[in-house]
Every structure is written in C-alpha cells, then in structure tokens.
C-alpha cells in the first residue's frame, strides 16, 4: 500500500468492497500464520543462549515489533473504513471504484486510472487515490468534461473520455 491509514484518530475513508477484502484477509494472515511464526522463531533463537549478542532473537522481535504495529493500523483502518456500496451516482460520474479514460491535454497522451480509496492506491496499477490531486480532481467528473489538476509538475488539463 503507498499510504497508510491515520491511527491516532478517528477520520473515516472510502474504501472498495475488494479493498476492505484484502485488508481483512492481510489482517487474519498475520494474527493466524504470520504471529505463530515469529512466534517460534523468537523461542528458537531464545534457545540459543545468551540474547545480548544473538541476532536471530533481535532479527524476529524486530520482526514482531513491526507486525503488530501493522495489526494495529489494520485494526484502525477496518473501524474507520467507510466500504463504498452500490453506487447512487448517476451512471457515467467519477466516484470511487470508477475507471477513467483520460487525454492530457497538453502532451496528447491518454491513460486510465481507477479511482479507489487511499488504502489501495497504487500507481504503478494505476491505481490512484480518490485523495490525491487527480483522483480528487476527477470525481464528480463525466465525459467530455475537462479537469484542471495541479500535480508536482504544475497545472495539468485532463479531458474525461469514458467513465466505467
């Protein structure tokens, strides 16, 4: 995931139904198969004596160390997920779930992205968040319509051509 949820607070997001899947199944990994493991590992390395200068035992709590912390940031993430249901938006505007056909229209390039909650984004899927400045520029958007983005390289004209 590129970005992970806030756990200190009580913001809730939009998220797919696939996604609020996939954090649930990652969360049961972890406490099911992942824990038991480190757990054995750490009792092994135990075994070996001294733990002051015993780097099988610092390698598994450190690993353990960042698996709860992951438990927890799913735990928050599953309490504040708000799953995106059907939606009531009229067919053919951008929301959450939605695949984007888009022009740039300054380099004539098209791209399609699908708009999904922040837990899922990933651009290398081209998956984008609906928080980033495309995605939020994007929604409520339909076809034919042109969105102006400022992105990191400056101000960005998209033209929506097909919403699925």
């Given at each position: ?7 200190g ?61 992951r438990?927890?940031?799913?735990e ?82 998209l ?6």
């Open positions: 995931m590129a970005s992970e949820p806030a756990t607070n009580n913001s809730q997001f939009v998220v797919t139904a696939e996604g609020y899947k996939k954090l649930q199944e990652e969360l049961e990994f972890l406490k099911t198969v992942k824990a038991p493991q480190v757990a054995e590992r750490i009792k092994q390395a135990t075994s070996y004596g001294d733990l002051s200068e015993n780097a099988e035992y610092e390698e598994a709590k450190n690993e353990q160390g960042f698996m709860n912390g438990i927890i940031e799913l928050a993430a599953l309490r504040n997920a708000v799953v995106m249901e059907k939606s009531t938006a009229p067919a053919g505007v951008v929301e959450v779930g939605s695949k984007v056909r888009v022009l740039d229209m300054e380099y004539k390039e098209e791209d399609e992205y699908t708009i999904v909650g922040f837990t899922e984004s990933d651009p290398a899927r081209m998956h984008i968040s609906n928080e980033s400045p495309i995605g939020a520029a994007l929604l409520g958007a339909k076809k034919g319509d042109v969105v102006s983005v400022h992105t990191p390289g400056g101000l960005t004209k033209k929506v051509l097909k919403v699925t």
